[in-house]
């Protein structure tokens, strides 16, 4: 009867000899992926060589092999530093295809002159708030329109220096006499009143 250490059983623990350096571990961790080489190793598919101590023996690189060990267990790996060539190799002839396909992808990212693009296509756009453009400035009265509203405002009587407003009302002489035989001259201060006049109605 086999014994058992916390409810492991002694059957389910796995020793390997990988290349000289041993290892041992759990029968569900070499199996959990299916199809793989350790699945046709311990169901017998395949035949297994044993050393002196009893551990399976792989004629394989032990340092490699204790990476995809690590995955193994973990379902992580570190790439720092390794040789992505070299390990997904190993990880072909092991048949961990998860681990095969996460490989081919950082290959494939190590090669590509655009693979900082390629990442970093997956990022949302920054969010940049649109500003709405500032009203617009009132417009002063220019000479035209001033013109306009001189014309607009006279009456018939203006000749007379007489300007009328819309209701009718005198307003100041738009022309005064310049007391130079009969000469007249605008009245300046009728003049900016209709200005400030029009810039309050804009306004």
């Known amino acids: 009867m086999a014994s058992s250490y916390h409810g492991v059983i002694a059957a389910d623990i796995i020793h390997l000899n990988v ?6 571990t759990s029968r569900q961790t ?3 992926i299916p199809d793989s080489f350790f699945t046709s190793m311990l169901s017998g598919r395949i035949s297994t060589l044993k050393d002196e101590s009893g551990a ?8 490699l092999f204790a990476t995809i060990l690590s995955y193994l267990r973990s379902r992580e790996i570190d790439f720092k530093g390794a ?25 494939d990212l190590n090669h590509s002159s655009c693979g900082d693009v390629l990442f970093h296509g997956y990022l949302p ?3 940049i708030p649109i500003q709405e453009p500032p009203p617009p400035l009132p417009q002063l009265p220019t000479a035209l329109n001033l ?11 203006a000749g007379n220096g007489v300007v009328t407003g819309s209701a009718g009302a005198p307003i100041p002489a738009l022309v005064q006499p310049t ?16 200005g400030r006049a029009s810039c309050r109605e804009r306004v």
């Open 19 to 24: 290349g000289g350096t041993r290892f041992s």
């Open 179 to 194: 007391g130079s035989g009969g000469a007249m001259s605008l009245n300046r201060n009728v003049i900016a009143e209709i």
């Open 56 to 63: 399976i023996f792989i004629d394989r690189d032990p340092k």
């Open 147 to 157: 013109r306009n509203i001189i014309c607009e405002n006279m009456s018939p009587n």
């Open 83 to 107: 040789d992505i060539r070299a390990l997904r190799h190993e990880a072909e002839f092991y048949g961990i295809t998860p681990l095969v396909k996460r490989l081919i992808l950082c290959e």
């Open 30 to 32: 070499l199996t959990w």
């Open 125 to 127: 756009p920054p969010c």
